[in-house]
C-alpha cells in the first residue's frame, strides 16, 4: 500500500464523517474545488488550499466537518466566503509601498549570514551598479 497525501486523508475523512461537504481536484488547477454532496450541490474554488499542501488540506477538512457540524445543529454551515479569498501565512509579511531601496538593501544585508549567504552580497551589479548606489535617495529631475 502506498501512502496517502494530505489531500486524498482529507477526502477520505469528509467521507467517513458523511460529511455535507466534500473536496476534488480539478484539472489544470493547483487548488482544491469544495461541493457539496447534496443540494443545492454549490461547489467553489478554495484559493487557500494549494493541493500540494498537506497541513492547508488538513485545515480544510477541519473548516468543512466543522461547518458540516454546525449546519446539522440547525446553524448556517459553511461561510463559502472565506474559500474565496488566499490564505496570508504568518511568514510572509507584506510590502508596504513606502519601503525604499535602502530599507531593502539593510534588511537583505542584516539576514546574509548563515549556510545560504551570496557571496556576491556587496559586489556590483551587472553594468557597474553597486548595492550603495541603493542608498543614495530619489533622483532629481532638473
Not at 493547483?30 to 461547489?43: C, I, L, S, T
Not at 440547525?74 to 530599507?103: C, F, H, I, M, Y
Amino acid at each position: 500500500m502506498r501512502p496517502r497525501n494530505g489531500f486524498e486523508q482529507a477526502q477520505l475523512r469528509l467521507r467517513l464523517a458523511a460529511c455535507h461537504y466534500r473536496i476534488k481536484a480539478l484539472d489544470r488547477s493547483p487548488y482544491g474545488q469544495v461541493y457539496e454532496a447534496r443540494p443545492p450541490r454549490r461547489q467553489q474554488a478554495a484559493r487557500g488550499v494549494r493541493l500540494g499542501d498537506d497541513n492547508a488540506c488538513q485545515e480544510l477538512a477541519d473548516l468543512l466537518l466543522a461547518a458540516d457540524k454546525d449546519r446539522r445543529a440547525g446553524g448556517p454551515g459553511l461561510n463559502w466566503d472565506r474559500l474565496a479569498a488566499p490564505k496570508l501565512r504568518a511568514e510572509q509579511a507584506p510590502v508596504s509601498e513606502g519601503t525604499t531601496w535602502g530599507e531593502i538593501r539593510a534588511l537583505i544585508l542584516a539576514d546574509s549570514g548563515g549556510e545560504k549567504a551570496s557571496p556576491t552580497v556587496g559586489a556590483p551589479f551587472r553594468g557597474g551598479a553597486s548595492p550603495q548606489m541603493l542608498t543614495m535617495g530619489p533622483v532629481q529631475k532638473s
